[in-house]
């Protein structure tokens, strides 16, 4: 019999978006590979992968306890059902809710903290209020036998290691890489010099601090314009609200994509890459960027950072900083030999480090490791 492999993540799009990869490298390593998940539009591509997929209800950003108990007890039934060698938690509510679900069952648990979500990057009262009651259930479950914390970025190794999480128990992969066969450079388009955002449409993601940015250089007679790829998350507290985006489809300057399947088509629309997020386990949109080719600017900030390298490839800047990221921005639509040098720059790094054949052969380890 093969391995059996089962991914908890709570949408279906999210694990197409994002683990797809991971999971058709264990496949092509004789991986038999099942998918839990919310169930919206993505079921059939999941399942002409060759997975095996298992609808089940979800209430993503939901705190009702009877729901939380519910989606436990089908989690449980499922890994009962299906016993499963590894069970692969994607992001932190899955998480904690297969790691539940998970207690006293005979399986490897695999739980990836992708950036460790809005309990920690947010300041709100919300926030503040669930983080140490997270902490506390996190200390407990990740401590648990056979288990093993998958991060994105040394930073937030060292989060979790102040979690109580033994160094040996944790495990860095960089995201799940990208196609650079499929993603790769092309000339810039014509003026004016154009940024392009890719991603949810959150305050977290530093969607508002860009807007502001725009009008600053707007106001400085700099003929700069956004491309705005992604649609809120209303199941995110931190989600930008309908008023505030039917406000921005009006600004000059500021296009309004919604969701875009294109990506190749989309950088090939930009000459800039900008993302000024809070904090991130390894952004996917600066990694297709730099494998396009194109210059970043982004927020000196976990898991940023480890895409965008000042001067390498990139230009960083303050969280929150509406004057700094407009002159970040400046600074490359004025220079197109400095667009062109960190551009290169960053389709070298997609190359080296971040193919998803290289990212695919470490999942796969990593699974062989965790194998009884």
Same mark, same amino acid.
């Given at each position: 019999? !093969? ?15 994002? /683990? +797809? ?31 095996? +997929? ?16 519910? $989606? ?19 992001? +932190? ?22 950036? =460790? ?25 990740? @401590? /648990? !036998? ?16 102040? +979690? ?8 860095? *992969? ?5 196609? $650079? ?9 014509p003026a004016p010099v154009t940024v392009g955002f890719v991603g949810r ?15 600053? =250089? /707007?106001? /400085? ?10 649609? !809120? ?6 989600? *930008?609200?309908?008023? $505030? ?12 994509? #919604? ?8 950088? &090939? ?13 390894? !952004? ?6 730099? &494998?396009? #080719?194109?210059?970043?600017?982004? $927020? ?12 390498? @490839? ?5 969280? @929150? ?5 407009? @002159?970040? *921005? ?6 197109? #030999?400095?667009?062109?040098? =960190? #551009? ?18 470490? *999942? ?9």
């Amino acid at each position: 019999m !093969p391995p059996r492999l089962a991914y908890l993540v709570s949408e279906d799009w999210y694990f197409v978006s994002h /683990r +797809l990869p991971m999971a058709r490298a264990a496949r092509d390593a004789g991986f038999e590979v099942h998918v839990i998940t919310r169930v919206v539009n993505c079921g059939q591509r999941i399942e002409r992968e060759g997975f095996v +997929l298992h609808p089940i209800a979800w209430s993503r950003g939901s705190l009702h306890p009877l729901r939380t108990l519910a $989606t436990l007890r089908a989690v449980r039934a499922l890994y009962r059902a299906l016993k499963p060698d590894i069970v692969h938690h994607v992001a +932190l509510v899955p998480s904690l809710i297969g790691s539940t679900a998970a207690l006293g069952l005979p399986m490897a648990k695999l739980n990836a903290l992708a950036g =460790l979500g809005f309990i920690f990057t947010s300041d709100s009262v919300k926030a503040r209020l669930l983080r140490p009651i997270a902490v506390t259930v996190l200390r407990f479950l990740l @401590n /648990r !036998p056979n288990t093993t914390v998958l991060v994105q970025n040394p930073d937030d190794a060292t989060m979790v290691a102040k +979690l109580g999480v033994a160094r040996s128990r944790i495990a860095i *992969i960089p995201g799940s890489g990208v196609d $650079t066969d499929v993603l790769k450079p092309t000339p810039e388009p014509p003026a004016p010099v154009t940024v392009g955002f890719v991603g949810r449409l959150l305050k977290d993601k530093g969607i508002v601090t860009l807007v502001r940015a725009h009008d600053l =250089l /707007r106001k /400085r007679g700099a003929p700069v314009r956004i491309l705005v790829a992604g649609t !809120p998350d209303p199941s995110n507290p931190a989600s *930008i609200s309908q008023e $505030t985006l039917a406000a921005w489809r009006h600004h000059d300057g500021i296009e309004m994509l #919604g969701h875009v399947s294109d990506i190749a088509g989309f950088w &090939a629309k930009a000459h800039i890459a900008v993302l000024p997020s809070r904090r991130e386990g390894l !952004p996917k949109s600066l990694l297709e960027a730099a &494998a396009c #080719g194109r210059p970043i600017v982004a $927020t000196d900030v976990p898991g940023c950072r480890e895409v965008a390298r000042q001067g390498a @490839n990139a230009l960083l800047v303050p969280v @929150n900083d509406d004057a700094a990221l407009a @002159n970040a *921005i400046a600074a490359l639509a004025e220079d197109a #030999g400095l667009r062109a040098q =960190l #551009g290169a720059a960053g389709r070298t790094l997609a190359e080296s480090e971040f193919s998803s054949a290289r990212i695919g052969a470490a *999942i796969v380890a990593l699974y062989r490791k965790l194998l009884p």
